[in-house]
């Protein structure tokens, strides 16, 4: 029971923030592809396997990033009670654990088309290089973005098997949202990993964090509004669009303090609703005439 529950917070499956920030990219993608004159259930076929893959890539990403870090983490406050970090679990278990998951998620993968399931493939080194990028750059939560919003490119061609203009500026958008709210993230481990060393945007940008959180939310939001007037979608898209603004503009940016964890980690969490909002509201720019 010891070991389930290490696992269990190994995993972080219980925190569903991670898995739900790879998952909602994904069900974009695969939303504005869809036909909804169709069934819908293979919308929603998709959508489930979609969200299996997002626990289970989050999780076995989450393992990787624990074993690269384990180090670092057991000098910050915030993580080094974490299983490796700790020494509850040890490495050689941890990667044990991680090559299942990928087996499972690989039997999740092969059930779309071959188009998808290259692309997804190709992803693999994005994804468990990532935890090495603090270590030489500024700018991991921009690799981070790259990363998890890769989804939102399997979604589209899950259904259409082939790519477009459309969801490659809808990803380069949502990069630059994964590199807002990470650096938001970020800000909670501030001064432990300026002792320790690593580097970020959180810190590359602390003298004035609300002006780059302007920039990248600016560009997704752009993004956002290129791809109701591209696929020509119905004008309550574009009134969700001002619930968009609100949240990302008001209630993340106006609100952010940088020296208060619990507010960092508010605003952070928030990201999963804004998900949310941009799922619904993409429906709805679909099927509303």
Known sequence: MEKINYFIELTRIKRPIGYMLLFWPCVWGLTIAYDFSNNIQIFLKYGVLFLCGSILMRSAGCIINDIVDKDFDAKVSRTKTRPIASGK?????????????????????????????ILAMCSMPLAFSYPYMKRFTYWPQLFLGITFNYGLILGWTAISENLTIIPCIFYFGAIFWTLGYDTIYGYQDLKDDEIIGVKSTS??????????LFICYSIFFISLFYIG???????????????????LFIFQILQLNINKETICLKIFKSNNFLGFLVFVNLLFGKIII
């Open 89 to 117: 679990i040890s490495v050689r278990l941890g990667l044990i654990y991680s090559a299942f998951l990928c087996l499972i998620a690989f039997l999740v993968l092969i059930q779309f088309n071959t188009f998808t399931i």
């Open 203 to 212: 810190i590359k940008f602390k003298k004035n964090p609300k002006l780059f």
């Open 229 to 247: 007037l591209s696929m020509i979608f119905s004008y309550i898209y574009f009134f969700g669009l001002f619930l968009i603004f609100l949240h």
